[in-house]
């Protein structure tokens, strides 16, 4: 059982940046993943990028180059930043934290890229 606090959302215009944070707490034990996600008006959530135990790194072919995540392990803590925003960018975003079969999702948080 674990509970996912998200901040950084908002509205930025294109080519902006904004950062995202995820705070995990709670019962933990470890993570094997925490990544983030979205889902835009009318369309499915998706994966943005995720990263494992181990360190390493996934993301959509959409945000490469554009998005880093990264983690403080010792704060339990992951970060997305996104960087080069396009108003194809804008959905709500969330936080995920995956821990053997159990998997946990912070509240969403709305990005909105926009002139």
Do not use: H
């Amino acid at each position: 059982q674990v509970k996912l606090v998200v901040s950084g959302g908002g509205l930025v215009k294109p080519g902006g940046s904004l950062r995202l944070s995820c705070v995990a707490s709670g019962t933990i034990f470890r993570f094997d993943a925490m990544g983030w996600y979205r889902q835009a008006p009318g369309k499915q959530r998706e994966l943005v990028a995720a990263i494992t135990g181990g360190g390493s790194r996934n993301y959509a072919d959409s945000v490469k180059g554009r998005f880093t995540i990264s983690r403080d392990n010792a704060k339990n803590t992951v970060y997305l930043q996104m960087n080069s925003l396009k108003p194809e960018d804008t959905a709500v975003y969330y936080c995920n934290a995956r821990s053997g079969t159990m998997s946990s999702w912070g509240q969403g948080t709305q990005i909105t890229v926009s002139s």
